[in-house]
């Protein structure tokens, strides 16, 4: 029995789809251990700068670099073919730092008045990063996004204290993400 040509084509436009999908699944999959950790770390951050405020940017620099190793070690669980994370793990990596030389080069040119705007700006610079990801990696991330978008707005504009907003929303925004991630 032989397949036509439009047969043949259905069944290999079948495997692409099919490739297409596993491939955001895995990304989701490999993603929702990293959003569940940066979760946790912003809770403990905007929580913990909104009750000492003046501890804020020891805070946040110790946080980081936890959340930077944490997630070098993250990656190191999974392997690809042999490499470390996958084939393109170091351009994630690259791209984060990126974004915090951003924001930290932003914040020394433009330099921020008031608490709320220290506060929501990584917040937008996020879920920005976050909407772009997902126009190349999967829809569920684009929605993530939107919402920490929107609901950094939102905080920004009506709701005090900000810091326990962001802490809540931002970093349970996180959270519930990477949990919907390892529903796929």
């Known amino acids: 029995m032989s397949l036509s ?59 980081i670099v936890i959340g930077c190793t944490g997630g070098v070690l993250l990656s190191r669980c999974h392997k690809t073919d042999g490499v470390v994370g996958g084939p393109y793990a170091w351009r994630m990596g690259a791209l984060w730092a990126v974004i915090l030389f951003f924001v930290f080069a932003t914040y020394a040119i433009m330099q921020p008045h008031f608490a709320r705007q220290f506060c929501a700006y990584p917040a937008l610079i996020t879920g920005c990063v976050y909407m772009a990801i997902g126009l190349w990696r999967g829809l569920r991330y684009v929605i993530s996004g939107a919402v920490v978008v929107a609901l950094t707005l939102v905080g920004f504009y009506y709701i005090q204290p900000i810091f326990f907003w962001f802490a809540v929303v931002g970093g349970g925004a996180m959270i519930l993400t990477g949990l919907w991630f390892r529903t796929v």
């Not at 699944?25 to 913990?48: N, V």
């Open 5 to 63: 040509s439009e047969e043949a084509q259905a069944s290999l436009s079948q495997v692409e789809e099919a490739s297409r999908r596993s491939s955001q699944l895995y990304f989701y999959h490999r993603s929702s251990p990293h959003l569940i950790m940066w979760g946790i770390i912003w809770i403990i951050g905007y929580g913990g700068t909104g009750l000492f405020p003046h501890y804020g940017n020891q805070l946040w620099l110790g946080l």
